[in-house]
């Protein structure tokens, strides 16, 4: 079993996980660490019965399945991450799981140029992403906090790193580059990373699966639109473009990113504003996006229901959404030439009919014609293709980081036995 951390400045996600048998068992959540009112949150996987644990999917394959978990609370006192993590070492031990463990996978957000695959963490390893903090000062500090943490807590445990950007390492230079002087990249790291890429990762290997094509073989469109959003082509199952860039901030409209602006803008307003460029910054990626369009809310699922009812401002923002995914979608056809399908994930891409069908029909050029039965039903964990036969293929695939980082670990870090591929099949 392998225990996944995602470590923020003052929150801890977790979840334990059996990858090859593809099962969550444990999840959770501790938050507002070193202040009053921290707490952990963990989610137990019950056997009630002796149900097998498989049954703990629902039917549609989600791993999930919140009624077959036992919830666990903990105050903290104004304890920080190693307090939260020796709690769940704890709670893991009471329940019998502990002993179960066989290594630590990391969320870490940045891995600069130097990572293009997972690692298993080392001193040298921990230097280069240190080295990445210059490019991700608000997150990878809290990652390289979670894994000193773990490696106290858990210390006979290997830990590994998997990495937001090493997918996009794939890009080629004219795709990744920005037409600035070629000394901010060299001398300055400039360039377009790319975020997401573990989810777009999941995204390539699962369609693969599910289209029974070989991976090196498959041309897709990820479109992983949740609270932040990205999108990207893949070739071959590789990255060829992705519309995050040197920060999460470019691309698609977000919850409160703004995605793609002039970079005028920034002094221009700083100015009007009387704040600095920093101060902008935050704007756009606070108060901006489907929030600031809409002055309404940051949440989807709230702004597709206030715009049936005629709210303006959440109707301009989910037409300003949909107008930008497929726009971008048309664009990754430069890179790929041939789709075999345009995937929707993440939250809004796996249960918002309204933004697919609105998405798909600025694309009926390419031939997407949306099946509106298939597609209206298609939410909750349900993976689908949702155009009709003879269509250019969209569809809905679930995206799954922590099994994603979790098979990279076990990948990793096992010790014995042949090197079995890693299959989707009881996913
Ligand atoms: P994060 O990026 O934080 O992981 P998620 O992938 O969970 O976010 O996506 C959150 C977004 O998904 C929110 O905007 C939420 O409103 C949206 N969402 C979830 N369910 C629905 C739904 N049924 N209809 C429309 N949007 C939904």
Redesign the pocket.
């Given at each position: 079993m392998i225990l996944v951390i995602n470590c923020g400045s003052s929150s801890v996600k977790f979840a334990v996980m059996e990858p090859l048998e593809q099962v969550m068992l444990v999840s959770g959540l501790a938050e507002k660490l070193g202040s009053d009112g921290a707490e952990i949150a963990i989610k137990i996987g019950v056997q009630k019965n002796p149900t097998p644990r498989r049954s703990w999917k629902d039917a549609s394959g989600s791993l999930i399945k919140i009624e077959d978990y036992q919830k666990e609370v903990y105050q903290l006192g104004n304890g920080g991450h190693t307090e939260a993590l020796a709690k769940l070492v704890e709670v893991l031990k009471a329940h019998g799981l502990l002993n179960e463990l066989t290594a630590v996978g990391h969320r870490v957000v940045h891995g600069g140029s130097y990572f293009s695959d997972s690692a298993v963490i080392t001193p040298e390893i921990i230097e280069k992403v240190t080295e990445c903090n210059v490019i991700a000062p608000l997150h990878n500090p809290a990652n390289l906090l979670g894994i000193e943490v773990a490696t106290q807590q858990l210390p006979n445990l290997p830990q590994v790193a998997v990495f937001d950007t090493s997918f996009h390492q794939t890009m080629p230079d004219y795709s990744y580059l920005y037409a600035t002087p070629r000394s901010w990249e060299k001398e300055h790291h400039v360039r377009r990373y790319g975020f997401h890429g573990t989810s777009h990762r999941f995204i390539a290997i699962k369609t693969a699966e599910l289209l029974n094509k070989p991976l090196s073989d498959l041309n897709i469109i990820c479109a992983?639109?949740?609270?932040?959003?990205s999108i990207c082509a893949i070739k071959g199952g590789e990255s060829m473009d992705t519309s995050m860039g040197f920060t999460p901030l470019p691309g698609l409209i977000m919850?409160t990113r703004s995605g793609d602006i002039d970079p005028a803008l920034i002094t221009y307003m700083a100015e009007r504003l009387n704040t600095d460029a920093q101060g902008v910054i935050d704007i756009l990626n606070k108060k901006s996006g489907?929030l600031g369009v809409s002055e309404l809310t940051?949440?989807?699922?709230?702004?597709?229901e206030a715009a049936t009812k005629g709210h303006e401002g959440a109707q301009l923002a989910v037409e300003m959404f949909c107008y930008r995914v497929a726009k971008y979608v048309a664009e990754y056809m430069v890179p790929l030439q041939r789709l075999d399908a345009l995937v929707f994930t993440?939250?809004?891409g796996?249960?918002?009919a309204?933004?697919r069908e609105k998405v798909l029909a600025h694309l009926r050029f390419l031939g997407f014609i949306v099946d509106p039965a298939v597609n209206d039903k298609t939410?909750?964990g349900k993976t689908t293709v949702i155009t009709t036969a003879g269509s250019t293929r969209a569809m809905v695939v679930n995206?799954n980081e922590e099994l994603m980082i979790a098979m990279d670990t076990h990948q990793l870090t096992r010790t014995s036995g042949a090197v079995k591929s890693v299959s989707f099949e009881n996913y």
């Open positions: 992983h639109m949740g609270n932040g959003s919850g489907l940051n949440d989807m699922r709230e702004l597709t993440g939250g809004i796996e249960n918002s309204i933004v939410y909750g995206t």
